[in-house]
Structures are given as structure tokens and as C-alpha cells.
């Protein structure tokens, strides 16, 4: 327990320095924020894979449309990047809320098939709306906003920006993780484990499925809020199937058993996708794709899985 | 009033008529083993009388009350409770998350994605007190997956015991275990029976665990009854006899 807590101690004070680390080992802070972006998604995604059992392919979607709901609060509403933000989370939670219904009794490859089919039309519909969305081209326009505390103004630069999407990450990861140790989050674990059984205990599978279907929509919304203000753009391939792929490779790398797992997949995808892609700009993809494979096949807890067994703590 | 009476009740699968008019009395504080060759449709009366499908025809009451067409949760709710011939756990839970989601499920605390510290320990305490009673406490921690057939299967029973039933159906609760394993099986039930004052119906296929243990017997063959009694008069039954006993012994 003393050993679990100093672990999450260290996690959180290397996350905190990071602007003042990461330069000195051949990184940039703004790379920093894009992996915690991704990680965050990934964790959201992962309380339907990795917690529920239920195979999502659909996540970017509410990523995308997170980053859509932030991007036209900026260009049309308002200049408040908290709102930005706020409205994103809303959006793609509640997509995901309305849609639970359509995807919930699915199961296996069927639930997969229909969460992808379901994505698919956002981004049909952000393609050719392109009054409102700028089609193919993407949403631009705005720009992150400085933010006001009382009469102080904070432009968001990279590091500000850093800390912002931190002070998100860590705000989401703390409701996940309380409620993945309640009783809600425990049924969520029963269904993974053994459906049938957690049916005849009186769990109503599908309102469960439900609920973490709309939890992992939330915080994908949220991620894909922190995503546009991170580039200023939309892009309609924020909500592309491609993109979903992405999130589940990266739970899967990191190890979809562990809450923290996405947070190790999503340093390596977007390590290997930043550094790889500057030296052999087509190469960095297949990089992935091995990687993945070789996971896949030998290390089913993921990259995170092994480390913890290294480290005997399995 | 009886707890538990099934009037002509009948089930069909297809072609097969797996239930033919069965009709018995179970009454509060028994300890009543239904006893028949494979295939007699011993499971298919437990499907019945759990809701797991309908009965094709016939009438289901628990403590006067018709329960013929609930849903299993509602049967559950009701303190109709089962466990399976298969063992149904959470292979990889420890054996305190196992019962865990059991004491929640039956506090109807499920979904609740918030609970205070009151509830948190409430809980706790509901899965300390089970496992004290099946004597598990010292395997709480274990994941249920590397437990021994038998300590599984008494996991599988804490579980159905996390939700306060009234009746306990038990399919099979010493299938496949050895000799040890089985006289563990035995008292634990005995306990339950003579300690919690639970009223238990149990398929049992072991005569020594039978005879030893039932108050009452109803024994099945080919999907009808065949005798209902005592374990003397079932004993004594001279079609139980050349029907069941006669072959099996
Ligand atoms: N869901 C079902 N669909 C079709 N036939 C079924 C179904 N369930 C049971 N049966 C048939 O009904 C008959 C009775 O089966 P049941 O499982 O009740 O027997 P049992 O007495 O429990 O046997 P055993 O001692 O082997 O467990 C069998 O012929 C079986 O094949
Ligand atoms: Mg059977």
C-alpha cells in the first residue's frame, strides 16, 4: 500500500516538472500535452475495454466531436477557453449518452461493429457540413484563449497550456479512478468478468454498459476539447475510425488491465509518432503496427504488464 | 402454507418433454434433496423455479405467492436463490470482490458511483461476516481462479448467500469433488441449515450425502416424479428401487 502510494507520488511529481525535464532529455512541453491528451481519451475508452470488456471502436467520435463543440464555442460564442472546454465534455458526453441505447444490448464483435458504424456518421456529417464545420478542410479560426483570474491575464502558451491540460488530466483521472473503486465500478469489473453471472446477481448489464459507454464519451469529449485548443483546428479525421483505432492501439500497448496502462501506451504511440516520423516520415506507422503485434501475441497486460511483473508487483 | 409448491408443472423443449406434471411441496426450514438419473430434468426444475425459462405449463408459488412468470431478478429479490451445476464465479476477482459484488447487488447499491463511508464500510463488514460463515476468511484475498474445485464452489455458494435467500437452491454442490472436499461440502450445508436456518433444495447425485443429510426426497425420473418422502420411505420404495436405486448401487 506505502509502496503503491509512493509510486502514484513520484508519477504525479514527474508530471508536474515536466517543462523542466523533459527539454533536457530531447522532448518539448507541447509534446508532453498531446500525450497526456491521448492518454486521457485512452483512459476513457478504457473503462468500456479494459474495465466492462466491451470492445469500442468508436471513441473518436466523441473525441472529435469534443473537439468540434469547443472549436465553434471559440469561433462563435465566446472567448473563454473554460467554456471551450466545458462545452466540448458536454457534447461528446452526451452523444454518447443518447447513443448508449443504439449500442448497448451489442455484444462482442457486434457492440465493436456498431460503435465504428456510429462514429462513421459523425464524421459523414462533419465532412459535408461545411458551413458550420469547414468540411474536409477542418474548423480553424480560433484560438486558445488567455485565461483571467480575477484582473491577472495568463496567455497559453506551451507551458501554461501544459499545466491546463494537466490540471484536466488529473481532475478526470481522479473521478475514474473513484469510481472504478465503487460499487458501479465493481459491477462494470463483474460484467467483464462474467456476464451471465453478474445478470443473475440482479446487475442490469445493458444500463451498465450504458453508463460506461456515456462515462468513456465524456472524457473523450474532454480530451478532444483539450486537443483543438492543443492545435487550434478540427480536423474531420479527429473523428475518422482510423482515429479510434489509434486510442484502442494505445490502451492495448500500454495494457488495457491497468488504469494508468493508456498513460504508457499513449508516451510510447506519441513518442514513436514524433521522433520515428521526423526521421522516416512513412516509416513510423509500421513501427507501431509491430509493436502492436508483438504486444498483442506475447504481453496481454500490455507494456505496463511487464514492467510491473519486472518489478514483481504483479 | 408451504414456501415453496409447484402444481402440475411442465416444461417441452421442442420435442422432448423434459417436465411432465410435477407437482411438489417444499415447507419453511427444509432440507429437501431432489434426487434422479441424468438427463431426469432435475436442472430443468431448478430453471423453472429460478426463472431462467418458463415453465410450459403448470403453476410456481413461493410463500403463497405466484412467481410462475417473474424474472429471475425479481425471484432473486424475492430471496429465491441458486447456484449452478457449473461453477459461475468471477475467475479472476479475489474471493472478497467476489461476494463484494453479491452484498452490493443485494444493499441495491450496484450503480451507485458515489458511496459514503457509512456504505463503504457497511459493505465491507456484510462480506467479513459471509466469509466468516462459509470459513473463508482466510482465503479472502486470493483470486478465486486459484482456489481448489471445492473452495470454489463454496465461493459460489457465499455468493448466493450474499443475497439473504430464503431458499437456497443448490445444484449439484458436491459434483466433482473428492472425499474431503465433499464432507466440507456437507457441513457447510448443515450449517446453513441448522446454524442460519436456511431452507435448502439441493440435486444431489451422491446417495451417502442424500441419506445423510435430507429431511425430505423427491425423486425424479424421466422429467416425471417418481416418489416423494422420508429418506427411510424412499429407501423402502420399491419402484425408487428398480427405477433408480437399483441401477446406480
Ligand atoms: N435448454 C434446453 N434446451 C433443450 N433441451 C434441454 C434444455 N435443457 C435441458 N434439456 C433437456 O432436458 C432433459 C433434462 O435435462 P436436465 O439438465 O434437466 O437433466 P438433469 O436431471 O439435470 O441431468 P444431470 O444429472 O445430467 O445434470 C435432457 O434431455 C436435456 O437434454
Ligand atoms: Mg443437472
Not at chain 2, 227 to 235: L, Q
Amino acid at each position: 500500500m506505502t509502496g503503491r502510494l509512493a509510486r502514484s507520488l513520484i508519477l504525479w511529481v514527474l508530471l508536474l516538472l515536466v517543462p523542466f525535464w523533459l527539454p533536457m532529455v530531447g522532448g518539448y512541453t507541447a509534446l508532453a500535452s498531446r500525450i497526456l491528451v491521448y492518454a486521457l481519451c485512452a483512459m476513457g475508452l478504457n473503462l468500456l475495454l479494459g474495465f466492462t470488456g466491451m470492445m469500442s471502436f468508436g471513441q473518436a467520435a466523441y473525441f472529435g466531436l469534443g473537439g468540434y463543440g469547443a472549436g465553434l464555442v471559440l469561433v462563435h460564442l465566446s472567448g473563454s477557453s473554460w467554456l471551450a472546454v466545458l462545452a466540448g465534455t458536454v457534447l461528446g458526453g452526451a452523444a454518447a449518452f443518447l447513443l448508449g441505447p443504439v449500442v448497448m444490448r451489442r455484444r462482442g464483435i457486434y457492440f465493436a461493429m456498431i460503435t465504428v458504424a456510429v462514429g462513421q456518421i459523425f464524421f459523414f456529417v462533419a465532412e459535408r457540413w461545411d458551413s458550420l464545420t469547414g468540411g474536409e478542410d477542418g474548423l480553424t479560426g480560433f484560438s486558445r484563449q488567455p485565461l483571467h483570474f480575477g484582473g491577472y491575464v495568463l496567455p497559453l502558451s506551451d507551458v501554461p497550456f501544459y499545466y491546463f491540460v494537466l490540471f484536466f488530466f488529473a481532475l478526470a483521472a481522479g473521478v475514474m479512478a473513484l469510481v472504478l473503486r465503487s460499487p458501479l465500478g465493481h459491477s462494470f469489473v463483474a460484467i467483464r468478468e462474467n456476464r451471465r453471472r453478474a445478470a443473475f446477481l440482479g446487475i442490469h448489464v445493458e444500463r451498465y454498459v450504458w453508463a460506461a459507454f456515456a462515462f468513456a464519451g465524456l472524457i473523450g469529449g474532454l480530451a478532444g476539447a483539450l486537443n483543438a485548443l492543443q492545435n487550434n483546428f478540427v480536423s474531420p479525421e479527429n473523428l475518422y475510425w482510423v482515429e479510434s483505432g489509434n486510442f484502442v492501439i494505445i490502451a492495448v500497448l500500454g495494457g488495457m488491465r491497468s488504469f494508468w496502462g493508456p498513460l504508457i501506451g499513449s508516451i510510447i504511440f506519441i513518442g514513436i509518432q514524433d521522433y520515428v516520423s521526423s526521421l522516416f516520415p512513412n516509416n513510423w506507422e509500421s513501427l507501431i503496427g509491430v509493436l502492436f503485434i508483438i504486444v498483442v501475441l506475447f504481453f496481454p497486460n500490455g507494456i505496463l504488464g511487464i514492467i510491473r511483473r519486472r518489478a514483481g508487483l504483479a | 402454507m408451504s414456501l415453496l409448491e409447484l402444481k402440475n408443472v411442465s416444461r417441452v423443449f421442442g420435442k422432448l418433454t423434459a417436465l411432465e406434471d410435477v407437482s411438489l411441496e417444499m415447507e419453511e426450514g427444509e432440507l429437501y434433496a431432489v434426487i434422479g438419473p441424468n438427463g431426469a430434468g432435475k436442472t430443468t426444475l431448478f430453471n423453472l423455479i429460478s426463472g431462467f425459462f418458463p415453465a410450459t405449463s403448470g403453476e410456481i408459488r413461493f410463500d403463497g405467492v405466484e412467481v410462475t412468470r417473474l424474472s429471475p431478478e425479481r425471484r432473486v429479490a424475492a430471496g429465491l436463490v441458486r447456484t449452478f451445476q457449473i461453477t459461475e464465479i468471477f475467475p479472476e476477482l479475489s474471493v472478497f470482490e467476489n461476494i463484494r459484488i453479491g452484498v452490493e447487488a443485494q444493499l441495491g447499491c450496484s450503480a451507485q458511483p458515489w458511496p459514503s463511508r457509512g456504505l463503504a464500510r457497511r459493505i465491507d463488514r456484510r462480506v467479513e461476516e459471509l466469509l466468516a460463515i462459509t470459513a473463508l476468511s482466510s482465503q479472502g484475498g486470493r483470486r478465486a481462479s486459484v482456489l481448489t474445485h471445492g473452495d470454489q464452489r463454496v465461493v459460489e455458494v457465499t455468493m448466493a448467500l450474499s443475497l439473504k435467500p430464503r431458499l437456497l437452491l443448490l445444484d449439484e454442490p458436491t459434483a466433482g469433488m473428492g472425499r474431503a472436499e465433499t464432507q466440507h461440502m456437507v457441513n457447510l450445508i448443515r450449517s446453513l441449515h441448522q446454524e442460519q436456518k436456511l431452507s435448502i433444495l439441493f440435486i444431489e447425485h451422491d446417495m451417502d450425502v442424500v441419506f445423510g443429510i435430507a429431511d425430505r426426497i423427491s425423486v425424479l425420473n424421466a422429467g416425471r416424479v417418481l416418489a416423494t418422502g422420508t429418506p427411510k420411505e424412499i429407501a423402502a420404495n420399491p419402484r425408487v428401487q428398480t427405477a433408480y436405486l437399483g441401477e446406480a448401487a
